[in-house]
Each structure stands twice: as C-alpha cells, then as structure tokens.
C-alpha cells in the first residue's frame, strides 16, 4: 500500500512542473495509483472518485490545497493544481462510470436500522434519494466499506475537519445505528 | 423517453434492487431543452394586479400579490367535487422533489422541477410545449433538496431563479434564454429555489443558504435587463437587537445575555455571516408600494454561543419599500433562534381586526412555532398569535450535547408550505408537521460555505409523527377546524370560491374538504408524494385543479414526476 503512494507521489513531482501543459489524461494519470486504473480504489479505505458528484471532488481538492482537510498524500498532489485544473478534474472523473465493487447489500434488519438512523437525523434531505448526491454531496451508494467507515468515524473525532455540520450529525447518531450506515450504505 | 422508460421499470422492479449508475440517471437528468412553441398572449401588470379577481389564469406563485391562495372561480363547489377525475397527467423528465406552484396564463401552464427546469405545458391538454432543461453548475450547495417552487411571467418572459444561484429570464414562447445574471457564488452556500415575484418591471428574489453561514438578502432586478437594481441585506450591520428575552408569544426563551454581551465585547457584531435566508416570495401592497417577507434562521442554526445579540433581522417579518428596497418595519418572533423553528411560509396579506375589533390592512404569517401570528400592515407590530395548532412541550428548552426534547420539532408547525386564506370566512387554512425532536448542540468555527448546524435535530424514533390540516380565524386566532393525517405535511393548500380547500400528503392523498368545516368531499392517490401547492385555472369553460406529485426530499417522501390536472365531466 505504502509502496504505491510513494509511487504516486513521485508521478505527481515529475508531472507537476508541467501541469499547464498537459491533457486532461496526462494530469489525472497520478490519481490512478492510488483511486485504481479502473475506477476501484487500490485499498478500501481509498474513496472511489470515478463517478463521484463533480461539485464533490472539486471541494475536497480545493480543501486539501487550503489545509482544511488534511491528507499527507492528498495535500501536496492538490497545491499543483489552479481552480480551473481543479473544476477540470473534478469534471473527468465524474463522468466516468461508478464501479460496482462487488459488496453485499445489508441484510434486512440492518438495513431497516441504517434507514431509521438516516430518516432521524436527515441525512436524504442533502445526499438525495438512495444517497446518489447531488453537486457538492457527495454519492454514499456503493463506497467502498472501510472508507466509509473511516470516514464516519474521522467526522466524529473531526480529524476529518472540513464538514462539521456532517462531525456534528455523526456525533448526535449512535455508533451502532452508524455502523448498520456504513453496511447500508457499502451495499447499496 | 429512454429516461421515463426507465423511471417505470425501476417503479415496477423496486428501484432498490436496480444499480446506482442507472439509478442516477434516472434521478439527475441530463436532457437537453426542447425549444417549442407556446402561443400566449403578454401578460401586463394590469392583469397581474388583478390576478385576485381573475378565475381563468393562475398568475402569481400564491395567486395573487396579496398571496392569499383564493381562487375566484366556484365551477367546482361541494356538490360536484365529487366527480372531479383526472384531465390529464404529465410526466417530466426529472424524478425528485415536486414543489412547484403551476402558473396558468392564457391557456398555457408554466411547471418546474427539482434542479430548476421548466416546462410550458397546454393546460387543456398537458402537451408539452417547450422544456428549459438548466446547465447547472458543478457548484451547487443547497438544504433540503434540489426544489424549484415556480416561474413567474411579466410581458413575454418567464423568470427563473436556479440550484446554482442564478436568475434567468425566458422567452415565455419558446424557451429560450434572453439573459442571464448570477445571483450569488453557490460555493459560499447561496442556491436559489423560490420562484421569483416580478412587479412593476423588478423581479424581487431572496436567497437560501442559513445552513452554510451566508449573509441574507431580497433584491430587485432589472425585468427587461437582468440588472441588479437594489438590495437589502437580511442582517444589518448591526444586528444586536434590544436583548430580547421572550418570543412573540411572552415565553422564555431562556438566554445567557450576559454571557452573549461578553462574547460581542470579544468578537463584535457577527453578521458577516448570520445566514437569514429568504426562502419565499414576499407579498405586495400595491397601495403602499410595500413588500411584505420572512427571514429564515441565524447561522449556525443551533449554536447561539458565536452570535450574540437577536441575530436581526432572523426569524422576522421585514417590510421594505418596493421601489428603493428601504426598511419600512420589522417584527422578530424568536430572537437569538437555537431551534431553526423560524419563519419560512409566505406572507399574506388581508383585512384583519385590529385589539379594538376595527377592521386594518393587516399581514399574517404561519410560523414553525404552530401559531398563525397577525400583524398590523402599517408598523409590523403583532396584534394576535393564534391557538398552537400542533403540540408544544418544553419550549423553550436550549439544546444540549445530548439532545433535548422539545415541541414541535425543528421543521414546525408549518414548514415553507404556503397557507390559503378566505377572507369570506376569515380563515386562514395551514399545513403542519408534528415530528418529536431532540436538539443538539456542537460548536465549531465557520466552515467557508459548508454545512453549519451547529449541532444537530434528530427524529425521536420511537415517538409517533403526524400532520394536520387546520383552519384558524384570524380575527379571533381560534381553531375553527382541524383534520388530523397520518403523516407530517408538507407542500401547500389552495382555498376556491366553491367552499373548497385542496391540499396533499406525502403518502400520495390529494384531497378536497369543505372549507366551513373540514369536512373531506374527494379524494385521490397519486401514487407520489403531493407535496407541493395546488393552482386553479380556466381553459374551455372548464375548471381545473393542477398539482404536482413528486415527493419531497426533506421528509423523504416518495418521489414521483407528475403534473396531474383534475375537472369535472
């Protein structure tokens, strides 16, 4: 795992001096050590970005070239890039196809609690019917498991500290009814 | 027709079971618009003036510029409401949240739909005449939904304001764009859902975005050119207010001011980024050239520790002067709100009886709170508040970590939904929610355009929800009536001359009730969710009942992507 970050990193460095000059293909080639060359993330806590919301993407680039999230890989691939260089990435990757990653829908009772815990705190009224999202929300159906629950779980202690109206709706949902979420969710 | 083909077949199978990339399609369309053409006549401000005696067109969002939600027409009364059946029923290419009022001019009927597209529709027939089908932006940053809730039409355009903070004006024939003027920069949470009110050549729009640390305001623009002519900022510069320590209703609410007077002397007035979103069209006095609105809720919604003061003009009545957007009035209900039970619901103005039993120009607005509040036109101030039409316990309880129940939850009482009234009666019919809640408090720093609760509302699961449909006096603030739903309501309510109220739920119901006594006289499933406010029109001597039946993203209800039109044989 480690192994291909640094591999990414070290295509970003030799890419990064020329990113004006490049293709739209030629700028997203280091996305793909680590978000997959075929849109399924390397590692399951890595998101899958193929055919997530364009307004999403362009958000989380524009927040780890700010610090406002933090990522030590993410960070310094993001500083390279201008809004315009960012709005373009964000545009590529959302229109490619959202990979099915082969996980199981949740059983019944779990994803009856996942359901009641979404409906009490909200969550369809921003990321939309079967949490497809929406422009800057991002698509939950179908993430990858451990990424979500990860991130869950980031939201809570706000390591993840660039939403905290999401750290806030995590930390007012219970840990279990969160982790019939992520299994919902997983397998949608 | 790809898209609607598939829309059936996810209906028939379960969409649950299909694939999300399908599903998404079917969701967020990506249809091109269809330029076509609709042969209508120009509608003047003379008729949009007295679109209060007009039965045969439907010209404004709540009907009139007095907003009262009375049609007219009395072809279809308590007798024969029974036989009302479907005209027509028209698809649109966008499955999500319905929240449209139809507009009816001259035969021809303007629709919208989540993400801000438009349809011209023949209102005889339901044919589609054209489609604007809006490029959105990638940048949209919006509560409770994609939600368009109408166009408006002066001369011969239609006047849309879109998701990504943009206000357009249409060729009302054909669809096509005559200019363009951003708003707002969606990516500091400004969007746009309310349909414009267009009067003596200004389209006046609010703003939504209290969620996400915005700072509020009403504007005028250019009808003909699309430029901005005058804004006024929801909240003032100073925004501290007198410390009020109870609401509108003398309750109280239970502030810390001292410790709010501290926080000031640190870090100054905060309303740079106080939210106070408008999220409903204002009502006109053509008589005093005034306009009449409601601010939405500080932001962030539940933390108060990083706002001191009243956080005006959150949660008021606002009163400017049409022609230059000066402040005439204003009238705050809940200062300092840490609820979010603020004041959505449109304006409406009419007579009303002043404490001395006189009759005044008066305006009267339905609150989250559940209390229909009458006010005095001239100077804002409140004559009245009616009888609590839904339940209130423990009010006003400050939210804590764990959550703290109270009564009624954060979406009211009455939500955006506008209310009818029957000035015959002196009725004024309200949709309401009952949804037990607990409110939680979290701190944190402004985000930068991101979601900023402040904390959380969370559905109390094991406690039963409900709704109501009530009729209240306005001159008493009695309960005259009451019907009791299964579920919160949301959407809107249409009174008619023919002793009529309509309204729907979200379980698909539409329904018409003697408006003396609430009596239920028809009833119709739509199979979707009826959430959004009916119209009534005339086309060929013939009196229609149009709604949309598209769900509701807020309260989930089932999303569906239907006009439906309703008359008599």
Known sequence: ?188 | MYVKGLAAFAAAVGVGLLSGAAIAQEVKQEKQSVLGNANVSPVTQEQLNAADKNAKDFLLTNGNYAQTRFYPGKQIGRDNVKNLHVAWIFQTDVKESLETSPIVVDGVMYVTTSFSHVYALDAKTGQQLWHYAHKMGPITVYCCGPNNRGVQVLGDRVYLATLDSKLLALNAKTGEVVWTTNIADPELGYSETMAPTVVKDKVLIGTNGGEYGIRGFVRAYDAKTGKQLWNFNTIPENSVGVWATKDATGRDMHRNIQAEKDMLGKIGDPYAKLGGGVWQNPSVDLATNRIYFVVGNPSPDLDGSNRPGDNLYTNSLVSLDLDTGKYVCHFQYIAHDVWDLDAVSPTVLVDVKDKGGKSIPGVIHAGKTGHIYVHDRKDCSLIRFSEAMVPQENMWVLPTKEGARMLPGANGGVEWSPIATDPGQELAYAINLHQPMTYHVESSAYPNGKLWLGGAFKVIPSEKQSGNITAVNYNTGKIKWQVNTPEPMIGGILATAGGLVFTGEGNGKFAAYNSSNGKELWSFRAGAGVNAPPSSYMVGGKQYVVVGAGGNTQLDYKRGNNIIAFTLD
């Open chain 1, 1 to 188: 795992m480690f192994g291909k970050l640094m591999i990414g990193g070290a295509a970003l460095l030799l890419f990064a001096a020329e990113v004006r000059a490049e293709t739209i293909e030629d700028k997203v080639q280091v996305c793909t050590g680590c978000h997959g060359e075929n849109g399924k993330p390397v590692d399951k806590t890595i998101p899958t970005i193929w055919g997530q919301q364009a307004g999403y993407l362009y958000i989380q680039l524009r927040d780890f070239k700010r610090g406002d999230r933090k990522s030590e890989i993410m960070q310094p691939i993001a500083t390279q890039f201008e809004r315009d260089d960012m709005l373009a990435i964000a545009e590529y990757f959302s229109q490619k196809p959202w990979p099915d990653l082969g996980q199981p829908h949740a059983p019944k009772d779990v994803a009856a609690k996942a359901v009641a815990a979404s409906a009490s705190v909200g969550c369809p009224a921003c990321h939309l019917d079967r949490f497809q999202g929406d422009g800057t929300v991002p698509r939950l159906a179908g993430m990858g498991r451990d990424y979500l629950a990860k991130t869950i779980a980031d939201f809570r202690t706000r390591a993840r500290g660039n939403n905290p109206g999401m750290s806030d709706l995590m930390l007012a949902t219970s840990p279990d009814d969160l982790a019939a979420l992520v299994e919902y969710l997983a397998g949608l």
